[in-house]
T-cell receptor, first 117, second 110 residues
Framework: ETGVTQTPRHLVMGMTNKKSLKCEQHLGHNAMYWYKQSAKKPLELMFVYSLEERVENNSVPSRFSPECPNSSHLFLHLHTLQPEDSALYLC????????????????FGEGSRLTVL | GQQVMQIPQYQHVQEGEDFTTYCNSSTTLSNIQWYKQRPGGHPVFLIQLVKSGEVKKQKRLTFQFGEAKKNSSLHITATQTTDVGTYFCAIRTGANNLFFGTGTRLTVIP
């Protein structure tokens, strides 16, 4: 148990479907992350939120839409995905940055395994 | 963007042999982290190195940060089957971004 919970653990969707991945952290952290892990690009950073504000978007296609309603919850809304989007989507949290101080370790959830048909 | 090269991509060792994975950056790093991901699992933090030339040990694992803070290594002495997994280095750019290396997948043959 890492303190970061992701649901669903497995998801199969068609290219025309709309679904959402959910992440919840119980660690009191201020920063949350979405990573995509596939055979081609292990652990690819997608989005970063710090204090509920998005601070990084690494050129992710608009068919992926993140939402961070509060510091404990993070969503990844999916629509009109492509088969190449099939991957393991990992959520993580960290203490978060305070000024110039480097943040510490990332705590990962178990991941959501997404298959796009 | 910031990139870190990690080698080798794969490593097969006989149980009891040593193992080393390396991370190299073209720019000076403020710090570097190491993670381990077991097969079917998620990455788990191992350690963070901050100081130039720093060496840290965790039982059979030895972590080093280069003098120029551009490279790092993870060395495992006398591997065991429990060491199986993928080892990632990760570097931080900006306030909250953590970029991972490509990982080294370790297989330990009993």
């Amino acid at each position: 148990e890492t303190g970061v919970t992701q649901t669903p653990r497995h998801l199969v969707m068609g290219m025309t479907n709309k679904k959402s991945l959910k992440c919840e952290q119980h660690l009191g952290h201020n920063a949350m992350y979405w990573y995509k892990q596939s055979a081609k690009k292990p652990l690819e950073l997608m989005f970063v939120y710090s204090l509920e504000e998005r601070v990084e978007n690494n050129s992710v296609p608009s068919r992926f839409s993140p939402e961070c309603p509060n510091s404990s919850h993070l969503f990844l809304h999916l629509h009109t995905l492509q088969p190449e989007d099939s991957a393991l989507y990992l959520c993580a949290s960290s203490q978060g940055d305070t000024g110039d101080i480097d943040t510490g370790e990332l705590f990962f959830g178990e991941g959501s395994r997404l298959t796009v048909l | 963007g910031q990139q870190v090269m990690q080698i080798p991509q794969y490593q097969h060792v006989q149980e009891g042999e040593d193992f080393t994975t390396y991370c190299n950056s073209s720019t000076t790093l403020s710090n570097i982290q190491w993670y381990k991901q077991r097969p079917g699992g998620h990455p788990v933090f191992l350690i963070q190195l901050v100081k130039s030339g720093e060496v840290k040990k965790q039982k059979r694992l030895t972590f080093q940060f280069g003098e120029a803070k551009k490279n790092s290594s993870l060395h495992i002495t006398a591997t065991q089957t429990t060491d199986v997994g993928t080892y990632f280095c990760a570097i931080r750019t900006g306030a909250n971004n953590l970029f991972f290396g490509t990982g080294t997948r370790l297989t330990v043959i009993p």
